[in-house]
């Protein structure tokens, strides 16, 4: 069902088609309710499994959307189909969607990022002319988020985790009028062309990992836990599961 969820350490992600995800936007835009998203990859579970915190922050978010292939072959030995929804093409839907709604964006840029506030605002204006946008630069460690935000329908974040989870869940006693919440990582960057996207046919064998690894090698420990630490955990869980069973 496309409603269906897969459980991973005890966290639920959708197990949703594009088009189901893309109609949680959709509604969302449209509708009167706070909601945050989550684009989860293997490092947000491993995190979450050694993390209390951040755990109950994801558990908190209203949906957790699968960016990560380790999450698709996980659901798959799960028995579980797990569409992948790459962070970077769902931000383009997002905006895509916000300026068809005439709704209005509003960043939380890190101080210390790649792509500066002006340049991902400029980039964000020259695809969507018509989409309101503004923004600000902030300390990722801070958790004061600027009141401005709450002016918006959507508040866009590229914090990274956890710090991008923890600001944005915070919206959510006092949203304003913020209808849609989500972090984006990295993908600021490729939206201003200060990293270049893992070509197509990489992305769809789930290689954009090795592709990351070249450009960037300093990524190594990450890419090692969502690689190595985060199967092996679950292959841990899952012989656990089996001698419990067979007891």
Not at 88 to 106: I, Y
């Amino acid at each position: 069902m496309d409603t269906d969820t897969h459980r991973i350490f005890g966290v639920p992600v959708e197990c949703r088609s594009r088009k189901g995800v893309e109609s949680i936007i959709r509604e969302t835009l449209g509708g009167k309710r706070f909601r945050r998203i989550a684009t989860a990859n293997p490092e947000f579970f491993v995190r979450a499994r050694r993390d209390a915190c951040f755990r109950e922050n994801l558990l908190a978010a209203d949906y957790r959307i699968a960016d990560g292939f380790g999450i698709v072959l996980d659901g798959f030995l799960s028995g579980k189909k797990i569409v992948r929804y790459p962070g970077a093409d769902l931000l383009s839907f997002v905006l895509s969607e916000a300026e068809r709604s005439q709704s209005s964006a509003f960043l939380l840029v890190r101080n210390d990022g790649l792509s500066t506030l002006p340049e991902v605002i400029r980039a964000i204006r020259a695809r969507y002319t018509r989409l309101v946008v503004d923004g600000e630069t902030l300390d990722p460690k801070s958790i004061i988020v600027p009141d401005a935000a709450r002016r918006a329908t959507v508040v866009l974040c590229n914090f990274g985790a956890p710090e991008q989870e923890y600001a944005l869940e915070s919206f959510r006693k006092d949203p304003g009028n913020i209808r849609l919440a989500m972090g984006v990582g990295g993908s600021f960057d490729f939206l201003t062309g200060r990293r270049k996207r893992a070509p197509e046919r990489m992305r769809t064998v789930g290689l954009e990992w090795f592709f990351r690894l070249l450009v960037q090698p300093r990524r190594i420990g990450r890419i090692w836990t969502a690689t190595v630490v985060f199967p092996f955990l679950r292959l841990s869980d899952r012989i656990k599961s089996v001698s419990i069973q067979e007891r």
